[in-house]
């Protein structure tokens, strides 16, 4: 059985950094692409980042690019978002997911990439900024 496990999350004030884990069981995250997602109280859920095992550059939503980093430590079969610079607007809760596929499916949306949905998903961790 596929299962995704977030951790990490909290509260932390405007400006902090934290950092999001994405454990697995049942499989190995490698060689998949996993995901980051979030959704905040009453809005749509959003694709933040998205890493493959290959060495090609990481996905970052327009919104989290410069403040967060994605990375994958194989060994531990935990995928990782560093995040830096927290405000406000990055409160909600986050899920990692995947395919179970190589590959981030990013589609251009009006010339914009944009993180499509995956199969399986955790359960999330939720994340406060707030002072």
């Known amino acids: 059985q596929v299962q995704l496990v977030e951790s990490g999350g909290g509260l932390v004030q405007p400006g902090g950094s934290l950092r999001l884990s994405c454990t697995a069981s049942?499989?190995?995250?490698?060689?998949?692409?996993i995901g980051w997602f979030r959704q905040a109280p009453g809005k749509e859920r959003e694709g933040v980042s998205c890493i493959e095992s290959s060495d090609s550059s990481p996905y970052y939503a327009d919104s989290v690019k410069g403040r967060f980093t994605i990375s994958r430590d194989k060994a531990k079969n935990t995928v990782y978002l560093q995040m830096h610079s927290l405000i406000s607007e990055d409160t909600a809760v986050y899920y990692c997911?995947?395919?179970?596929?190589?590959?981030?499916?990013?589609?251009?949306?009006?010339?914009?990439?944009?993180?499509?949905?995956?199969?399986?998903w955790g359960k999330g961790t939720l994340v406060t900024v707030s002072s």
């Open positions: 997911a995947t395919d179970r596929l190589v590959l981030c499916p990013v589609y251009s949306v009006q010339g914009v990439g944009v993180l499509s949905g995956m199969d399986y």
């Open positions: 049942g499989f190995t995250l490698d060689p998949y692409a």
